[in-house]
């Protein structure tokens, strides 16, 4: 299969709303984060070409054990830093990493959406006109929204919320158009769902120190306040290369560790989420351990 960019006019293509805003039946997605091609070269000795092989060969792993689940599930998505280096810094290695990342999800099962989530590798720590172009001419749009399943889903660029100073109006364009799809979660009898790569907090919401891997707090109280309001119950992010995660009165923050390099003491995996009417169940599995059978 040849890559297709499926994040369009603020929504994803393989979801039709028509089909997909009315409940029918339990069903499950799975989230990645950070499988950040490029990484493993940055923290160890690498003498492999290209540099990030052992990125290719855990992503290769992660799409053939979701390619092997059954049921199949709803979706694939991945909460950011597709890949490591910067578009302004290092372009032409950057690119090699897009292709590379192309090149193994394309062998994803086509009935088994890929939904992809931008991170700071992708549109940049403090992101300017041209890194957002150059991430959304490789994978569409930066924040977008979409039904499936019966359940809304909106999926955000947390940079803007995270060190964003260059591109003011690009910052607010994306705050009034989350007003607007939070007033359709208010809307939803069944709990809207988040996609983000830095988490709002990583433990403790109340936390008050300024830190790199989470949003200042001043700008996380009151935008959880704001998404608690319109009825979002989960928010799942990546970022930390660590699972991590807690809960702001009802929301849950759910930070899932990376496919690929880690920080901390989990193994390269995935997170299988079960979504149901009333509640969303989620375990974390190893790559080698992702359950080839789901139940619901």
């Known amino acids: 299969m040849s890559w297709v960019v499926k994040a369009v006019n603020r929504t994803h ?3 039709s709303s028509e089909t997909n805003k009315e409940w029918k039946e339990p069903f499950f997605f799975v989230q990645g984060a950070d499988t950040q091609f490029g990484m493993f070269a940055d923290f160890t ?3 492999t070409e290209p540099k990030w092989a052992k990125e290719i060969e855990l992503a290769e792993l992660a799409v053939k054990k979701v390619n092997e689940m059954r049921p199949k599930p709803k979706f694939y ?4 830093d597709l890949c490591h280096d910067y578009y302004d810094k290092e372009p032409d290695v950057r690119a090699a990493q897009d ?6 999800y394309s062998k994803l099962d086509p009935t088994i959406p890929l939904v992809c989530v931008c991170g700071n590798h992708d549109v940049g720590d403090n992101p300017t006109y041209e890194s957002v172009r150059k991430y959304t001419s490789n994978y569409g749009d930066d924040y977008f929204s979409f039904h499936a399943g019966g359940v809304f889903f909106i999926c955000i660029n947390s940079q803007f919320y995270h060190g964003a100073t260059n591109t003011p109006d690009l910052v607010q364009a994306q705050d009034e158009w989350l007003d607007r799809q939070l007033a359709v979660a208010k ?3 069944i709990p809207s769902i988040m996609f983000q790569h830095v988490p709002w907090f990583a433990s403790d919401p109340d936390k008050t120190e300024r830190n790199y891997f989470e949003i200042d707090h001043d700008i996380r109280k009151r935008m959880l306040d704001k998404i608690l309001a319109a009825g979002v ?5 990546g970022h930390l290369h660590y699972n991590a995660g807690g809960k702001y009165k009802q929301l849950e923050c759910v930070v899932t560790s990376a496919t690929g390099y880690q ?3 989990d193994t390269h995996g995935l997170r299988v989420v079960k979504v149901y ?3 969303v169940e989620h375990k974390y599995y190893p790559l080698a351990d992702l359950p080839a059978e789901v139940s619901l």
């Open 13 to 15: 293509t393989d979801f």
């Open 45 to 47: 000795e690498v003498t």
């Open 77 to 80: 998505v991945i909460c950011g």
């Open 99 to 104: 292709a590379d990342f192309k090149k193994v």
């Open 187 to 189: 809307q939803s009898e």
């Open 233 to 237: 119950k989960y928010v799942f992010c």
């Open 263 to 265: 920080l901390g003491s």
């Open 277 to 279: 009417r009333d509640k």
